[in-house]
């Protein structure tokens, strides 16, 4: 059933989607990510089950995805930073409430109105739970057609597997890009595992409650812990990364999405001149590959934090490192996109500046 | 040989009310659980209920409940329904609720002529959060925010909420109804009936207003209050069908 076919990244999100067997879509209009909303306004009505609501507002369209997982169903919303921002509320209450659903980021340039020009502005946002409460959301971060293609399917198994939202972030330009794509065979839902709690009506059985409100804090502690342990288990379950020509590296950048994919163009410029440059790519940036990063940093004894922000991810590169070696970043924020050519000169300065004062901090 | 002539819904829980003496919620949650047993929709039922003082009604409604986020109940009975068309699904919402924080979404589920059916508890404040005043607080009536009554200038003026939903196409039955005498408690049943069978006969969005009395934030006693909105309230918001068009008597 696997095909290969040449499609933008939007459009791969969206097949993936049908192919998981989202049976729920709910969007609203907002550049850079309408393309998806329209291939899903198409392809879902190719079924007769599945549903295709352009909601009044983010808001709405969140709220609809709650309601159609607590029906059972696998749901899916997209949108892009503003949107996402008012998607947050609905998001804690998926949380809270421990259900299934996938959300797409295709971030813009921010704060505000911002622009709608490729940024990773919204990574605190995504990987920090983004709405109130003490929560985390996975966060998948794909870097080409085919892993948005491989990840959206993941989304959603991780979504009904850990009952918890799932976020997948991008970019306009993973929206834009057209790339070669072997689109995965077709879910068949029902050899999907039974969900226990979903709303469907008491027929012979005691009626069920969903909810998030716990009004006596000793239960709503131990509701919050039961989350953290979830958080945990998925830490230990599902992190994933790239490494690439991190063996003998001296310089390490680590970046994900568009970022990882300028930084390779850039550090295969560089190993040709026999520059010791490698690259962590973090895949899940929730929960984060600090363990690997951990390992790296007894061996490579620069960093580079490459990010389309002043600085989001880095925090995370930090607390992972924890000063056992230098950590440097280049961001470009607002919507600029560096070409490998500036990436490559930038790390190519870093990494002489450091092999001269032999390792001396900056 | 005796007769049951009067007994615990089959759809109410054996909890006891957490309600004030005098709230109208505990006689609504009675009608909702007789009519879903009379019209034996009880056990494919999915009632999703809002942020206030009606939050706890999953203690005592004994169907399958979705609690949603401020305002958002009918976009998450939206997607409930979407997914399970055969089910009935209904929202139980109060006056902020669906009037102020969740008006965009209910207008919108109206006019798309959604399959739910809500129903709309108007008190005229926001009781749980200590008496605000609620979109449909009435002029010169006095709540915490408005402790010199409702100023037309400053607060604007009480939303006609269900005559706006019954421009929308996708309505098709609307109807304002109270509970604060035995007359009116038996003609906001039939109403809570009628709305179901709206939605069972798939013809589109119903929704039932209920005038509601609460006597601890309008700081009456209960046979007080009954009587405000006998003199007072439905001057203002008349018990009347607002839209039906439903074709069923």
Same mark, same amino acid.
């Given at each position: ?362 | ?107 919108? +589920?109206?006019?798309?002529? @959604?399959?739910?059916?809500?129903? $709309?508890?108007?008190?005229? %404040?926001?009781?749980?959060?200590? #008496? ?92 007080? +209050?009954?009587?405000?909105? @006998?003199?007072?309230?439905?001057? $203002?918001?008349?018990?009347? %069908?607002?839209?039906?068009?439903? #074709?069923?008597?």
């Amino acid at each position: 059933m696997s095909e290969k076919v040449l499609m933008r990244g939007s459009h791969v999100i969206g097949e993936a989607a049908v192919r998981a067997g989202c049976r729920f879509y709910a969007g609203y209009p907002i550049t850079p990510q309408n393309e998806l909303t329209e291939y899903m306004a198409a392809a879902m009505a190719r079924y007769q089950d599945r549903v295709f609501i352009q909601a009044e507002s983010e808001l709405a369209a969140i709220n609809m995805v709650i309601g159609a997982a607590m029906a059972g169903a696998r749901a899916m919303t997209s949108s892009s930073s503003p949107g996402v921002s008012l998607k947050q509320e609905g998001i804690s209450y998926l949380a809270g409430q421990e259900l299934p659903a996938v959300i797409v980021n295709l971030m813009r340039g921010g704060p505000g109105l911002g622009n709608i020009a490729p940024t990773q502005g919204d990574y605190f946002q995504a990987t920090r739970g983004g709405g109130h409460g003490d929560y985390r959301t996975i966060v998948l971060a794909p870097a080409s057609g085919q892993e948005i293609a491989d990840l959206t399917i993941k989304a959603f198994e991780y979504a009904d597997h850990y009952r918890t939202p799932v976020m997948l972030l991008g970019d306009g330009m993973m929206g834009q890009m057209m790339e070669p794509v072997v689109l995965p065979p077709p879910v068949d839902v029902s050899l999907l595992p039974q969900k226990p709690y979903i709303l469907d009506g008491a027929k012979g059985r005691p009626a069920r409650l969903i909810k998030s409100l716990y009004l006596d804090p000793a239960i709503m502690e131990e509701h919050n812990w039961k989350l953290y342990r979830k958080y945990q288990q998925i830490a230990r379950e599902i992190t994933q990364w790239e490494e690439f020509m991190v063996e003998d590296a001296r310089l390490i950048v680590v970046a994900y999405g568009t970022c990882a994919r300028i930084a390779k163009g850039a550090i295969r410029r560089l190993r040709e001149m026999d520059i010791k440059v490698g690259m962590l790519r973090p895949i899940t940036l929730f929960p984060f590959p600090s363990k690997v990063l951990r390992e790296l940093s007894l061996k490579a004894k620069d960093f580079l934090v490459l990010e389309l922000s002043t600085g989001q991810m880095l925090e995370d590169v930090r607390l992972a490192i924890e000063g056992r070696a230098r950590t440097h970043f280049y961001g470009r924020p607002g919507g600029v996109v560096p070409t490998p050519d500036e990436v490559a000169k930038h790390i190519n300065l870093l990494y002489h500046r450091q092999e001269l004062n032999g390792g001396e901090n900056e | 040989m005796s007769k049951v002539i009067f007994k615990r819904p089959r759809y109410l829980k054996q909890n006891v009310f957490h309600y004030c003496p005098g709230c109208g919620h505990s006689i609504i949650h009675r009608l909702i659980a007789e009519v879903l047993e009379e019209l034996e929709i009880g056990d494919k039922a999915i009632c999703v209920p809002p942020a206030g003082c009606a939050v706890l009604a999953y203690n005592y409604l004994d169907v399958d409940m979705g609690e949603a986020p401020h305002g958002r109940a009918v976009a998450v009975a939206t997607g409930i329904k979407r997914i399970l068309p055969d089910r009935i699904v209904f929202t139980y919402q109060g006056d902020g609720d669906i009037a102020a924080i969740g008006t965009a979404e209910v207008i919108h +589920a109206a006019n798309r002529g @959604e399959r739910i059916t809500a129903i $709309f508890v108007n008190n005229g %404040v926001y009781g749980m959060t200590g #008496g605000q005043m609620a979109p449909t607080t009435l002029l010169g009536q006095v709540s915490t925010t408005t402790p010199f009554g409702r100023d037309i200038s400053r607060d604007g003026f009480p939303l006609d909420l269900s005559e706006m939903l019954a421009v929308a196409k996708g309505s098709v039955y609307i109807e304002r109804t109270a509970v604060n005498s035995p007359k009116n408690v038996r003609h906001a049943k039939k109403a809570i009936e009628k709305a179901f069978k709206v939605q069972m006969a798939n013809l589109g969005f119903s929704l039932v207003e209920i005038l509601s009395q609460c006597p601890t934030n309008w700081k009456m006693a209960p046979k007080d +209050a009954v009587k405000h909105i @006998e003199n007072v309230v439905t001057k $203002f918001y008349p018990l009347k %069908v607002i839209k039906d068009e439903s #074709g069923i008597s």
